[in-house]
């Protein structure tokens, strides 16, 4: 970042340009450091225009707790801003929009709160986190409240995502739903 940009902006992966990363700026001193980690104004400066109307907060306690993949259908398709407030967790993005040259594709990201960056989840990707340490606390914004009858979800080890997870499958923590997700093939409604 350079001058007095207060947020900076890239792509996860060249492969899906969508899913992006953003780094707020940190103004450090000798106590630590500041940073806004959200700002509207700076955002919509950088080209993202999204008008988030909820935060959540998830909080992992064992190292290796996986959630999702998740996405929301219909009118209820949310946009994500994730962050880790304590610990360390990779963030995962699934394009799930049939007809898309990338469907199928997914990026990752390691999120922390020592590098403090944030993940961008648009529309149309299905999303997962796994806590790479214990007492992981995320939190992330999201432009749609949550409709528990548009939820929806894929399996996080769907042998056709052949997602890297950094961690063997025996080793992931899963809730009793998460276990019992369909693969990418087996669900009918996506994007």
Same mark, same amino acid.
């Given at each position: ?12 992966? %060249?492969? &899906? ?7 707020? @700026?940190?103004?450090?001193?000798? @106590?630590? =450091? ?5 700002? %509207?104004?700076?955002? @919509?400066? /950088?080209?993202?225009? &999204?008008?988030? #109307? ?9 190292? =290796? $707790?996986?959630?999702?993949?998740? =996405?929301? #259908? ?18 995962? /993005? ?12 997914? /990026? ?5 709160? %020592? ?11 299905? *999303? ?8 992981? *606390? #995320?939190?992330?914004?999201? $432009? ?9 979800? #894929?399996?996080?080890?769907?042998? @056709? +995502? ?18 019992? +997700?369909?693969?990418?093939? %087996?669900?009918?409604? &996506?994007?």
């Amino acid at each position: 970042m350079s001058g007095d940009s207060r947020v900076k902006i890239t792509s996860v992966s %060249e492969a &899906l340009p969508e899913v992006r990363v953003v780094e707020p @700026r940190r103004f450090r001193d000798d @106590r630590g =450091y500041f940073s806004e980690v959200f700002n %509207e104004r700076d955002l @919509r400066a /950088a080209g993202i225009g &999204l008008r988030f #109307i909820q935060e959540n907060h998830a909080f992992s306690d064992p190292a =290796y $707790t996986l959630r999702g993949i998740h =996405y929301q #259908i219909g009118e209820h398709q949310q946009d994500k801003l994730v962050r880790v407030v304590t610990g360390s967790a990779l963030d995962v /993005a699934v394009d799930l929009r049939r007809g898309s040259a990338t469907f199928g594709r997914w /990026a990752s990201c390691l999120l922390s709160a %020592e590098n403090g960056r944030q993940m961008l989840v648009p529309k149309g990707f299905g *999303h997962g986190i796994l806590s790479l340490e214990p007492g992981t *606390h #995320i939190s992330y914004f999201v $432009t749609a409240h949550y409709s528990p009858d548009h939820d929806r979800g #894929i399996r996080f080890d769907d042998p @056709r +995502l052949a997602i890297d997870w950094g961690v063997d499958a025996g080793v992931v923590l899963l809730s009793p739903r998460d276990d019992r +997700l369909p693969t990418l093939a %087996e669900s009918p409604d &996506l994007m």
